[in-house]
């Protein structure tokens, strides 16, 4: 099969790179205010968990690296300013968005209280489970590689916030829930996500659904 590509459709998907580019640019930028002015997003009365711990490993070692590369990079083509000064300004921006990176993990926890459930996963991914729409949860692992983040499953359409492919907790809803990523709406009628402390998740969830 022909797929056939017309100047509409490369403008269409352009424009839809370039606002989800925009979109991460903006959370990245978020994510270091709040870090810095000590504004964690974590509704009143919530309680925080954090589901960072399989990847932080990995996005450090790259913000060390790539901390590293700039005065390498930046001896190496010193005598030429017109290639210096743009691959200087390139490795700092790149420095500054990987720790935005791992910050929008930090400053965007998942969050237990009084209201529901926050389920989020860095600035991308933020969805209020009211407790009158959750009907369970439970601990399961589930580990699954290159999977998409919406699935059939047995329990119905599950929406997955994998940390490294993995996720330990399956929230089952009473009813399905639509929510929106990027330009696109999607309705699940259950969520999978990864929480570092799962005791801690669960008992803080015993405290609200007996």
């Known amino acids: 099969m022909t797929v056939?590509?017309?100047?509409?459709?490369?403008?269409t998907t352009v424009a839809r790179l370039a606002r989800a580019a925009w979109r991460a640019e903006v959370g990245i930028w978020k994510s270091l205010y709040r870090w810095g002015f000590r504004r964690p997003r974590v509704p009143h009365g919530a309680d925080a968990f954090t589901y960072h711990s399989p990847i932080l490993t990995i996005l450090v070692v790259f913000i060390v690296l790539s901390a590293i590369e700039i005065p390498v990079i930046d001896l190496i083509v010193h005598p030429w300013p017109w290639v210096r000064i743009p691959l200087l300004a390139l490795g700092i921006w790149g420095v500054t968005w990987m720790l935005g990176l791992l910050l929008s993990f930090l400053t965007r926890p998942h969050a237990v209280g009084p209201d529901g459930i926050r389920a989020r996963y860095g600035a991308d991914v933020?969805?209020?489970?009211?407790?009158?729409?959750?009907?369970?949860?439970?601990?399961?692992?589930?580990?699954?590689?290159?999977?998409?983040?919406?699935?059939?499953?047995?329990?119905?359409?599950?929406?997955?916030l994998r940390t490294q492919n993995e996720a330990n907790v399956l929230i089952r809803l009473e009813h399905p829930l639509t929510a929106r990523f990027g330009d696109d709406v999607v309705e699940f009628d259950a969520v999978r996500l990864w929480v570092d402390d799962l005791e801690g998740f669960l008992s803080a969830v015993r405290t609200h659904i007996p």
């Open 126 to 160: 933020d969805i209020d489970l009211s407790w009158d729409v959750v009907e369970s949860v439970e601990p399961s692992r589930d580990v699954t590689e290159k999977a998409p983040r919406v699935r059939d499953e047995e329990h119905g359409r599950t929406l997955a």
């Open 4 to 11: 056939e590509t017309t100047p509409r459709h490369v403008g």
